[in-house]
């Protein structure tokens, strides 16, 4: 069983540019959920897709933006980057007929903003 | 709204001494409660969950964590601590948005283990 990746491990971009992280959800698995964790707290729910569609959005602008593929492999995207999104982004995958609720999650992709 | 208190920022503890992690959450209904570990740099590794059934849960690497409603919490427990179980600890607690779900993180617990 092949678990969820995500890349590239780590990002340095500069304030203002965008940015694309990518997750691959663990086989078997239809649902994927993406967290901002800033240093030293715990991890924030951003959004969450299923069926290629956004089904729930946490307290983040609309610049944090992301799709699901067919093959259920999702993306990232931060336009406008700020200082403050510096952190590590976490993908997480699950499987709708368990309520979801049961995420299973990458190793991260650190993104520094300078 | 849903949240979870984990009102531990540090724990130290002696290798082979037993150890609680405490973990408090607000819902109204009944919870769907995780704990996830995560060493430095790393991901999130899901140790147990509590669905339903059993109070008393058992998960990976010998932790358990017993649900009491009444006190609504949700503590961590290994009877003997290991070295390699130094790390940071998240309880979570699963909440419905519009049309699916997401999980709310307490801020974490970092374990230190002393030999």
């Known amino acids: 069983e092949t678990g969820v990746t995500q890349s590239p491990t780590h990002l340095i971009k500069t304030r203002g540019q965008q940015v694309t992280l990518r997750c691959s959800s663990q086989?078997?698995?239809?649902?994927v959920s993406w967290y901002q964790q800033a240093l030293g707290q715990g991890p924030q729910f951003i959004f969450q897709?299923?069926?290629?569609?956004?089904?729930g959005r946490g307290n983040f602008p609309p610049r944090f933006s992301g799709l699901q593929f067919p093959n259920y492999s999702s993306e990232l995207n931060v336009n406008a980057l700020e200082l403050d999104d510096s952190a590590l982004y976490l993908c997480?995958?699950?499987?709708?007929?368990?309520?979801?609720?049961?995420?299973?999650f990458g190793p991260g992709t650190r993104l520094t903003v300078t | 709204a849903q949240s979870v208190t984990q009102p531990d920022i540090h724990i130290t503890v002696s290798e082979g001494a037993s150890l609680e992690l405490r973990c408090n959450y607000s819902?109204?209904?009944?919870?769907?409660l995780f704990w996830y570990v995560q060493s430095p740099g790393q991901g999130l590794q899901l140790l147990l969950k509590?669905?339903?059934?059993?109070?008393l849960v058992q998960g990976i690497k010998g932790f358990e964590a017993e649900f009491k409603r009444s006190q609504s919490s949700f503590n961590l427990r290994k009877p003997s601590v290991h070295w390699s179980d130094a790390a940071e600890y998240f309880c979570?607690?699963?909440?419905?948005?519009?049309?699916?779900?997401?999980?709310?993180f307490g801020a974490g617990t970092i374990l230190r283990v002393k030999s």
């Open positions: 997480a995958s699950s499987h709708v007929a368990r309520g979801a609720y049961e995420q299973y």
């Open positions: 086989s078997g698995h239809n649902t």
């Open positions: 897709y299923y069926r290629e569609e956004e089904n």
């Open positions: 819902y109204g209904a009944t919870p769907y």
């Open positions: 509590y669905f339903s059934g059993d109070t």
């Open positions: 979570a607690v699963g909440a419905p948005t519009e049309y699916g779900n997401k999980l709310v």
